[in-house]
């Protein structure tokens, strides 16, 4: 069987929206977060407010919390794209234990490396606090994902309304141990940073495009019966890569929208990237796709003949590609 497989385990007082001449914005403070040295915390994406809990609990079904729409999804997303383009790295993702929290850490930037409910209690505690001003490993940053509250009782120079759904405040930590923010990332901002062209005025209750405008682009062989559906997206998005010879650009969609995986370095992928663009390319899309609810199967020609492209959205990691597998169709081959 043809196989070639990715698995990869895939932050003085002024009016709301308004910023200091002092506080950094898009391209300079992307600067700052790409040396490393400060914390972004993000109030989570936008949420459905047809339903609300109590402040400070955690009720236990997600019918019984506020939940991301898909515009707070499609804001996460967009989130990581501009991560990825300025190389922006996160030691640690912390999460309220909030479904919309942990979801928008998923799609913004990966798994939490820690969920706790200190970044959802009000008021605030010492152990908030805490959290909020710990310094960043050198060389690196952290991604904090919370509720307005938070923002509002940590950070001098936050006030509410300051800061809304999909928005993001960056602090770094003083010599003294105390809080100082250093710039704030609006929905505008994300928009502006990402280059997607947007209906947005840049606060938190405006209008957004969809993230499909900001996800890549379908293949130029045609998308004719591809589902409009991440999976479907992201696979045309594979081909056009794959069809480029370009490694620089394969190495762009791989960090962006393929599950990360340790045991697998870029180098490697890369090659494995060279070696398959050698033997199949190009891939010309025919017709017969199906699709099932965790992925899709695309019927295209190569220079091996006919093959199925197998795309698998990953589980655990919203947003990217489990794995992508060649399978000819009739089962034999080499791997």
């Known amino acids: 069987m043809l196989r070639f497989l990715f698995s990869f385990l895939l932050f003085a007082v002024t009016p709301p929206g308004a910023t200091s001449p002092t506080e950094l914005r898009r391209e300079d403070l992307m600067s700052a977060l790409h040396r490393g040295g400060y914390t972004v915390v993000l109030r989570h994406a936008r949420t459905d407010h047809s339903s609300k809990e109590t402040q400070g609990t955690v009720p236990k079904e997600r019918s019984e919390?506020?939940?991301?729409?898909?515009?707070?999804?499609?804001?996460?997303?967009?989130?990581?794209?501009?991560?990825?383009?300025?190389?922006?790295?996160?030691?640690?993702?912390?999460?309220?234990?909030?479904?919309?929290?942990?979801?928008?850490?998923?799609?913004?930037?990966?798994?939490?490396?820690?969920?706790?409910?200190?970044?959802?209690?009000?008021?605030?505690?010492?152990?908030?606090?805490?959290?909020?001003?710990?310094?960043?490993?050198?060389?690196?940053?952290?991604?904090?994902?919370?509720?307005?509250?938070?923002?509002?009782?940590q950070i001098p120079g936050i006030n509410p309304g300051d800061i809304g759904e999909s928005e993001a405040a960056v602090i770094r930590r003083t010599e003294e141990g105390k809080v100082e923010l250093v710039g704030r990332i609006t929905l505008g901002d994300w928009e502006t940073l990402a280059g997607v062209a947007s209906s947005s005025n840049g606060g938190a209750n405006s209008g957004v495009s969809e993230y499909s405008t900001a996800q890549p682009q379908s293949a130029s062989n045609g998308s004719a019966g591809v589902p409009d559906t991440d999976a479907g997206r992201l696979a045309l998005a594979y081909i056009a890569a794959f069809n480029s010879g370009d490694t620089a650009r394969m190495h762009s969609f791989i960090e962006t929208y393929l599950r990360v995986d340790p045991a697998r370095p870029m180098e490697a992928r890369l090659k494995s990237y060279s070696a398959f663009y050698e033997r199949f390319a190009p891939l010309v899309l025919t017709t017969g796709h199906t699709s099932d609810s965790d992925g899709l199967s695309l019927a295209a020609k190569s220079k091996q003949g006919d093959l199925r492209v197998v795309v698998k959205m990953s589980p655990e990691q919203p947003g990217r590609l489990q794995s992508v597998t060649f399978m000819g169709n009739d089962g034999g081959g080499h791997r």
């Open 65 to 153: 919390q506020r939940n991301l729409t898909e515009q707070g999804v499609n804001d996460a997303k967009l989130m990581r794209v501009v991560f990825n383009k300025y190389g922006i790295k996160f030691a640690e993702i912390i999460s309220s234990p909030m479904f919309r929290a942990v979801e928008t850490a998923q799609y913004a930037a990966g798994q939490p490396t820690e969920i706790t409910m200190d970044l959802r209690v009000y008021p605030a505690t010492p152990a908030q606090a805490a959290i909020v001003a710990a310094a960043p490993k050198p060389g690196t940053n952290r991604l904090i994902v919370t509720h307005h509250f938070v923002l509002e009782s």
